[in-house]
């Protein structure tokens, strides 16, 4: 069935380096994109979303590109620090209820923080 | 953590013995979601709330119900825990008002059937 992926399960990065953390989508008809990251014992923390209208989009330190040709999303973290040690995951909505009937999840990349 | 909460946040029972997990939200968000989390399978979505007493399944919605008799208190029950329950379970609300679908997450509950 259709479902969201990631291309890595694990990324080890230096610290200050950028991070850049893959993730692929198979449904075509999604259209919001959200990344989470989740520390040890605690619940998925929002980062950034994305619509299916928008190719780019940038926070604090961390920026979202979505490629719809390639059906392929990614976040980027800039000057990674040692808190952004996590799994981090990306969610997909393609349902018709409007983001009512709830996301898929990818499995998740645990990103590692060398110092 | 967006006002929610999560009871109990670590549980123990038998398996055949009935589970009653309780989340609670201090914002009045209409949505509200039930996952699991396992390993090699991420998050999934087990039952959904879109209103009080208004409620509908997910993915992985076999063995559980839901119940959502008022706005901020969202029920999930394990009629008959097994062992294929063991997981940790998340709460999520939507919010961000029209348009928005953004989840936000609660705490997790751990919970292991013996």
């Known amino acids: 069935g259709e479902s969201v992926g990631l291309h890595l399960p694990t990324l080890s990065v230096q610290e200050g380096d950028n991070s850049i953390i893959n993730c692929a989508y198979s449904?075509?008809?999604?259209?919001?994109f959200i990344w989470y990251k989740q520390e040890s014992g605690k619940g998925p923390q929002f980062i950034i979303d994305?619509?299916?209208?928008?190719d780019k989009r940038q926070g604090q330190r961390v920026t979202v590109l979505l490629n719809k040709t390639v059906k392929h999303l990614s976040l980027q973290i800039a000057a990674t620090q040692p808190g952004d040690s996590a799994v981090y995951f990306c969610?997909?909505?393609f349902g018709s209820g409007g983001g009512a009937d709830g996301l898929t999840f990818g499995k998740g990349t645990h990103l590692i923080i060398q110092p | 953590d967006a006002g929610i909460t999560q009871s109990p946040r670590h549980k123990v029972t038998e398996t055949g013995t009935p589970v009653t997990l309780r989340c609670h939200q201090t914002e009045n968000h209409r949505y509200m979601y039930w996952y699991r989390q396992d390993p090699g399978h991420g998050l999934r979505l087990i039952h959904y709330?879109?209103?009080?007493?208004?409620?509908d399944k997910g993915e992985v919605s076999d063995g559980y119900s839901v119940s959502r008799s008022k706005t901020e208190d969202f029920l999930l029950t394990l009629e008959s825990a097994t062992s294929s329950q063991t997981s940790v379970y998340f709460c999520a609300i939507r919010a961000g008002g029209a348009g928005s679908e953004t989840q936000y997450f609660g705490p997790g509950t751990r919970l292991l059937v013996l």
């Open positions: 709330s879109y209103g009080v007493k208004d409620t």
């Open positions: 449904n075509s008809a999604s259209d919001y």
């Open positions: 994305i619509r299916s209208n928008m």
């Open positions: 969610a997909e909505n």
